[in-house]
């Protein structure tokens, strides 16, 4: 789940996309596997939280965030899924 800057000085052109402030990782709603849970693995609400349509399961071999927001990622929720 990314939680996307808000920051109220900052312009973003209509249609672009919003900087990855922190990157969450949540598990699916019980009942409802294509859905995302009401709560990170850290116990953060994800309803202003947009999914990532990040799967590492289609990338064998790398970490359960992308790459390029490993700077951004939620200590808590990363140690989570390493256990």
Not at 20 to 48: E, N, S
Request: charge should be negative; glycine fraction near 8%.
């Amino acid at each position: 789940m990314y939680e996307l800057d808000k920051a109220v000085t900052m312009r973003v052109p209509r249609g672009a996309e919003r900087p990855v402030r922190r990157v969450y990782a949540a598990p699916t709603a019980p009942g409802t596997p294509t859905a995302t849970g009401p709560r990170t693995l850290c116990g953060k609400d994800t309803f202003a939280m947009e999914a990532t349509g990040w799967k590492p399961s289609e990338h064998p071999g790398t970490q359960w965030y992308p790459e390029e927001y490993a700077s951004g990622v939620c200590p808590d929720c990363d140690a989570a899924m390493e256990t």
